[in-house]
């Protein structure tokens, strides 16, 4: 019933910017959590970025001072701007949030990811 599309990935280079979205859609009812994974080959998932319904944030050190997650709960979509670009930051990117349907339950959605690549 609910369903995350990611849009914004892309190869740029390392200093440049990108800004990621990622939209909830279907039967909506209520957002708390919406966070920002990624994900390399080999490597263990981690978790970049996170806000909650009121928007408080909380971010990885390494993309502190870089990366800014905010939301547009009109829209049901949250965003990850990422400026300063590092090759090291080169992952694929995966949407998540926590999602109520009109039962006022929630679930744990994920998006299908979208592709970071950062040249050096």
């Known amino acids: 019933q609910v369903q995350l599309v990611e849009s914004g990935g892309g190869l740029v280079q390392a200093g440049g910017s990108l800004r990621l979205s990622c939209a909830a859609s279907?039967?909506?009812?209520?957002?708390?959590?919406m966070r920002w994974y990624r994900q390399t080959p080999g490597k263990q998932r981690e978790l970049v970025a996170d806000?909650?319904?009121?928007?408080?944030?909380n971010y990885a050190d390494s993309v502190k001072g870089r990366f800014t997650i905010s939301r547009d709960n009109a829209k049901n979509t949250v965003y990850l701007q990422m400026n300063s670009l590092k090759p090291e930051d080169t992952a694929g990117y995966l949407c998540?949030?926590?999602?109520?349907?009109?039962?006022?339950?929630?679930?744990?959605?994920w998006g299908q990811g979208t592709q970071v690549t950062v040249s050096s």
């Open positions: 998540n949030a926590d999602v109520a349907s009109y039962s006022r339950i929630h679930f744990n959605y």
């Open positions: 806000i909650t319904s009121g928007g408080s944030t």
């Open positions: 279907g039967s909506v009812f209520s957002i708390n959590a």
